[in-house]
C-alpha cells in the first residue's frame, strides 16, 4: 500500500509569511508524528497525535508553531511569521499503533527554506 | 528526557571494510532501540530494531547492533561495507510516545 506521503516537496518562502505543510499517513495508522531535520542536526521530535486524543505538543520550539490532524487522518503543521532559522526539513511518521513497540514509517519530508 | 549521541559525525569507509558507529543513550530504565538509515534521496527507513531478549539484533542488508545495557549503547556493525551502504545513519531511543535520535553518522563508502 501507499506509505506516508507529503506535500509540498520543497517549500520556499519569504521571512514572516505564514507556511502549511501537509501530512497523509499510511491507512490505519492511529499515531502521527511530525519531526524537524536541521543541517548536521539529529531528527528534533516536533508534536505527536493519536486517535482523538489531546496532542502531544511538547517538541514545538515556540507558539509560532501549531498543528492539527483533521478525522484521526491527514495532518497539517503551520509555521506563522517564519523565521530564517526554520529553514529545515519537516519530516513526517505514522505508525500503526502509539507506543515505544511500534515502528514508525516515514514520509519524504518538506524541505522548507525561508529567505 | 533522554538524550542519545552518535560520536561518528561522518565516517569514510572502502569497500570491505568493517564498519562501527556508535550509539549512546542517556536514559537508564527500559527502552527500545533503533537504528534507521538514509539513503541519498530516499526516505528515513529501519534498518533495525531493540525490544528485549538477544541483544545481538540482526537488520537488514547485513546490519547488527549489539545492546550493551552497562554501558547504554547500542552500537551498529557491518563486517564488509559495499559502496551502496553509502548513506546516512541515525540512531534512536523510543520511550513513551516519542522517538528520540541522534544527529546522524554519515558513512561514505569509497568503491
Known amino acids: 500500500g501507499a506509505g506516508v506521503s507529503q506535500s509540498p516537496s520543497n517549500k520556499v518562502t519569504e521571512k514572516g509569511k505564514d507556511v502549511e505543510l501537509r501530512c497523509d499517513p499510511i491507512?490505519?495508522?492511529?499515531?502521527l508524528y511530525w519531526y524537524r531535520q536541521s543541517l548536521g542536526q539529529g531528527l528534533e521530535f516536533l508534536i505527536y497525535?493519536?486517535?482523538?486524543?489531546?496532542?502531544?505538543k511538547s517538541g514545538l520550539p515556540s507558539d509560532r508553531f501549531s498543528a492539527e490532524r483533521t478525522g484521526g487522518s491527514v495532518s497539517t503543521l503551520t509555521i506563522q511569521r517564519t523565521q530564517q532559522e526554520d529553514s529545515a526539513v519537516y519530516l513526517c511518521?505514522?505508525?500503526?499503533?502509539?507506543?515505544?513497540?511500534?515502528?514508525?514509517?516515514f514520509g519524504p519530508g518538506t524541505r522548507l527554506t525561508v529567505l | 528526557a533522554q538524550s542519545v549521541s552518535q560520536h561518528n559525525h561522518h565516517v569514510i569507509l572502502s569497500e570491505a571494510a568493517s564498519l562501527e558507529l556508535g550509539c549512546n543513550y542517556s536514559?537508564?530504565?527500559?527502552?527500545?532501540l533503533f537504528w534507521y538509515v538514509q539513503y541519498p534521496g530516499q526516505h528515513l527507513q529501519l534498518l533495525l530494531k531493540?525490544?528485549?531478549?538477544?541483544?545481538l539484533v540482526k537488520g537488514i542488508k547485513g546490519f547488527e547492533a549489539e545492546f550493551i545495557k552497562s554501558k547504554f549503547s547500542f552500537n551498529l556493525r557491518k563486517p564488509s561495507v559495499q559502496w551502496s551502504d553509502t548513506a546516512e545513519y541515525f540512531c534512536?531511543?523510543?520511550?513513551?510516545?516519542?522517538?528520540?535520535f541522534g544527529a546522524g553518522t554519515r558513512l561514505t563508502v569509497k568503491p
Open positions: 534512536a531511543v523510543n520511550e513513551a510516545n516519542d522517538m528520540r
Open positions: 491507512s490505519g495508522h492511529t499515531a
Open positions: 531493540y525490544f528485549s531478549g538477544d541483544p
Open positions: 536514559y537508564g530504565g527500559t527502552v527500545n
Open positions: 511518521a505514522s505508525s500503526l499503533m502509539p507506543g515505544k513497540y511500534n515502528e514508525q514509517f
Open positions: 497525535f493519536q486517535g482523538n486524543s489531546a496532542p502531544d
